[in-house]
């Protein structure tokens, strides 16, 4: 029994080892990947910062106190932007996302705009309408790939598809630090947009709604690029965080095996020990 017990822990021990390299070689890639996504993720907070000084600048234009864009209308069905992973093996990443989205729409009539494998999957699955079947990764967005979203965004909202377009992605706040965030998009909420920021030179030939039509996109388009980037970073640094703790989980666990198998062994020689001595007595 003590010779099979051995064994048993010996396989175990080879078992957690081997997904300890693979845990180990995961988070070494992650580790990689996430300062490039920070770089990223900084470098994108101009492009989000430039986009809301513009819309302000158009606002502070329009005279009229129902602004197109800012002026809530009854709202009847909303349009979700839901940010996920393409994989998983990131802690509760891609489930927080998710839950957010169940909690804020609980008794709401919405349709979603995904963003990562995982989003699309999920509300396939759910038999939820997705706005557009383009598959759009996070880790390879760009600029470009934003803007068409954006113009999706106010071409529905403009004929009246949805009420509301809300963004649901995880914010980036430090290593250890990652919260799923829900803001609205549309209508623009005037509250959250800069003062004084139209610049003295700057000189517009179109009429104010026009030229916040135009705007709008911009906004939406940075809003969106900069949330991507926030949100792989932060994927980025979960499936780090998540793959040390496997790591750290696997090597506690190879040693309390190693001490379980050498107490085997020293308990299968002590009998042997036990019984040679037994049979020179005899």
Known sequence: MAGASMKDIKLRIRSVESTMQITKAMQLVATSKLRRAKERMESSKPFGVLARQAISAAVARCEDAH????TPRESKRRCYVIIAGERGLAGGYNSNVFKAVAAHSEGVEYCVLPIGRKAIDKYQHMGVQLLDDTQYRVE???VGACFRMANLLVEGYDQQQFDEVWLVYTNFHTMMDQQVDVQQLLPVIRA????DATPVSTVYEEEPAETLRKVVPDYLAGRLYSAVCDSFASEVAMRRNAM????????AMISELRLRYNRARQGAITQEITEIVAGAEE
């Open 244 to 251: 040390d703790s496997a790591t750290k989980n696997a090597d």
């Open 67 to 70: 602004i197109p864009y800012l």
């Open 192 to 195: 959250e947009l800069p003062e």
């Open 140 to 142: 390879g967005a760009n």
